[in-house]
């Protein structure tokens, strides 16, 4: 299957709340096993489908026990709180230290319609967290404290609009010329 181009931070898709998969087809396999595919490619751990443009509920991952997609995912149980070094394909070079539910009860379909009910704590539970954050339109700087949101806007901004080091905010650019 061909890989697919990820959306990068900017992209207004990533801002949009996805829409339920209404039926599970041909289409949709294909989608997820394109989607396995890029994720191994970039390289990473989750991928969720409005992150290569299609604006549909259904992420895959792989923590290393092979690769799954769930779809129409929801949490319906969290718990505990844990810290982690957090980096997303959508914003790429970047992590930060986010902190989220430790563990967390995901419920979804499979890709022959079956329900699924995972329990999963630590990596595999952050990871159904950010994939389902980026269903719902939540980009990871938005996990974070004011302060730590306003640099990473500022270095997402510099790295879109390609300034250099030593003028992030673009103005010597600007008032040199």
Same mark, same amino acid.
């Given at each position: 299957?061909?890989t697919l181009p990820i959306r990068?931070?900017?992209?207004?898709?990533?801002?949009? *709340?996805?829409?339920?998969?209404?039926?599970?087809? @041909?289409?949709?396999?294909?989608?997820? #096993?394109?989607?396995?595919?890029?994720?191994?490619? %970039?390289?990473?751990?989750?991928? %969720?489908?409005?992150?290569?443009?299609?604006?549909?509920?259904?992420?895959?991952?792989?923590? @290393? =026990?092979?690769?799954?997609?769930?779809?129409?995912? *929801?949490?319906? #149980?969290?718990?505990?709180? +844990? $810290?982690? #070094?957090?980096?997303?394909?959508?914003?790429?070079?970047?992590? +930060? %230290?986010?902190? &989220?539910?430790?563990?967390?009860?995901?419920?979804? /379909?499979? /890709?022959?319609?079956?329900?699924?009910? /995972? !329990?999963? $704590? !630590?990596?595999?539970? *952050?990871?159904?967290?950010?994939?389902? =954050?980026?269903?719902?339109?939540?980009?990871?700087? !938005?996990? /974070?404290?004011?302060?730590?949101?306003? !640099?990473?806007?500022?270095?997402? *901004?510099? &790295?879109?609009?390609?300034?250099? #080091?030593?003028?992030?905010?673009?103005?010597?650019?600007?008032?040199?010329?």
């Amino acid at each position: 299957m061909p890989t697919l181009p990820i959306r990068q931070y900017g992209d207004p898709v990533l801002k949009e *709340r996805t829409q339920e998969v209404a039926e599970i087809d @041909g289409t949709i396999a294909a989608l997820a #096993e394109s989607m396995i595919e890029t994720m191994y490619e %970039a390289p990473g751990s989750g991928l %969720a489908a409005n992150q290569v443009g299609v604006q549909r509920r259904i992420f895959v991952y792989d923590i @290393g =026990d092979g690769p799954l997609a769930v779809i129409n995912p *929801r949490i319906v #149980e969290s718990d505990g709180e +844990w $810290t982690y #070094e957090e980096g997303c394909l959508s914003v790429p070079g970047l992590s +930060w %230290a986010i902190v &989220r539910p430790n563990a967390v009860h995901l419920v979804g /379909l499979d /890709l022959d319609g079956n329900e699924l009910s /995972l !329990e999963a $704590t !630590e990596l595999e539970g *952050r990871v159904f967290q950010h994939e389902l =954050d980026h269903l719902d339109g939540i980009l990871l700087v !938005e996990r /974070l404290d004011p302060d730590q949101r306003k !640099e990473a806007v500022r270095m997402l *901004r510099q &790295r879109t609009l390609d300034l250099p #080091e030593a003028d992030p905010d673009g103005l010597a650019t600007i008032f040199s010329k």
